[in-house]
T-cell receptor, first 113, second 117 residues
Framework: NAGVTQTPKFQVLKTGQSMTLQCAQD?????MSWYRQDPGMGLRLIHY???????DQGEVPNGYNVSRSTTEDFPLRLLSAAPSQTSVYFC????????????FGSGTRLTVV | AQSVAQPEDQVNVAEGNPLTVKCTYS??????LFWYVQYPNRGLQFLLK??????LVKGSYGFEAEFNKSQTSFHLKKPSALVSDSALYFC???????????????FGKGTHLIIQP
């Protein structure tokens, strides 16, 4: 049982480059979300999805796109990387109406230079 | 909008002593409250939750939390701290599921818990 798998674990980008952070879960969770973690800021919600084909914006969506074509996958796309997007990104999933807590991936540490 | 406050950036406790990590929240309707722990270079791990029922909630690794509706607090506690409890702790809140609009957990900024031998 793999849980939530994020790839890559580390990435360095140049300003203006684009990339996709991958997130996959094998628990048949309807709800998936992306957070970024910055020192002293806690975790801030970027985008979330309550099911395949449905996505919505969170607190800090600018500069990021998401799609949910399958229940298992929820990739996060950086369209044109900026130094302000240097952060640690976490993907999380849960059952939609189940409040047993989220399952988090191990994170992607992204540096934009 | 929902929010969470963790007033202490860092809490220092001697091993064997009781510990408390504070959390207050603001949310419309009945809250769903969570505590997560993060060890260095790791993702967040679920510790415990309050949904409804008994105000004292027991979770993993001997931790418990007390829900106080009048004070809008959900403090994390442990009777006897271990050095291995040293980590970053996050409190999180979620309002009643609405089926649309803003969703997801809102996290506090985290509290570094340091247990000294």
């Amino acid at each position: 049982n793999a849980g939530v798998t994020q790839t890559p674990k580390f990435q360095v980008l140049k300003t203006g480059q684009s990339m996709t952070l991958q997130c996959a879960q094998d628990m048949n969770h309807e709800y998936m979300s992306w957070y970024r973690q910055d020192p002293g800021m806690g975790l801030r919600l970027i985008h979330y999805s309550v099911g395949a084909g449905i996505t919505d914006q969170g607190e800090v969506p600018n500069g990021y796109n998401v799609s949910r074509s399958t229940t298992e996958d929820f990739p996060l796309r950086l369209l044109s990387a900026a130094p302000s997007q240097t952060s640690v990104y976490f993907c999380a999933s849960s059952y939609r109406d189940d409040y047993y807590g989220y399952t988090f991936g191990s994170g992607t540490r992204l540096t934009v230079v | 909008a929902q929010s969470v406050a963790q007033p202490e950036d860092q809490v220092n406790v001697a091993e064997g002593n009781p510990l408390t990590v504070k959390c207050t929240y603001s949310v419309s309707g009945n809250p769903y409250l969570f505590w997560y722990v993060q060890y260095p270079n790791r993702g967040l791990q679920f510790l415990l939750k309050y949904i409804t029922g008994d105000n004292l909630v027991k979770g993993s690794y001997g931790f418990e939390a007390e829900f106080n509706k009048s004070q809008t607090s959900f403090h994390l506690k442990k009777p006897s701290a271990l050095v291995s409890d040293s980590a970053l702790y996050f409190c999180a809140v979620r309002g009643p599921y609405s089926g649309g609009g803003a969703d997801g957990l809102t996290f506090g900024k985290g509290t570094h818990l340091i247990i000294q031998p």
